[in-house]
Nanobody, 121 residues
Framework: QVQLVESGGGLVQPGGSLRLSCAAS????????MGWYRQAPGKERELVAA???????NYADSVKGRFTASRDNAKNTIYLQMNSLKPEDTAVYYC???????????????WGQGTLVTVSS
């Protein structure tokens, strides 16, 4: 079974930092693009950072200069370092991956289970 497992959410004060992780596990042939999304209460899910398998990461304007996404291809893992957090960053954060599984070489687009980030004093 191929899946994405996230970790690292929690409660943080405004101005604080958190680091999220997302690991793809299972019988994976290869991973293409990965990304971070978030969904705040009452709002639609939005892209936070798009991380291609090669090339430049693209960020939402609202997080540029504060969030940094990175990728470890050897571990099929991505990270999201979030600094200078604001109350409006409060949301459930999801990772997403475009990958190919070994069993049938089928291309899949998977979502992680989500991790809650709450920014509040």
């Amino acid at each position: 079974q191929v899946q994405l497992v996230e970790s690292g959410g929690g409660l943080v004060q405004p101005g604080g930092s958190l680091r999220l992780s997302c690991a793809a596990s299972g019988d994976i042939f290869g991973v293409n693009a990965m990304g971070w999304y978030r969904q705040a209460p009452g709002k639609e899910r939005e892209l936070v950072a798009a991380i291609p398998s090669g090339g430049t990461t693209n960020y939402a304007d609202s997080v540029k200069g504060r969030f940094t996404a990175s990728r470890d291809n050897a571990k099929n893992t991505i990270y999201l370092q979030m600094n200078s957090l604001k109350p409006e960053d409060t949301a459930v954060y999801y990772c997403n991956a475009d990958l190919v599984r070994i069993v049938d070489y089928r291309r899949l687009k998977l979502w992680g289970q989500g991790t809650l980030v709450t920014v509040s004093s």
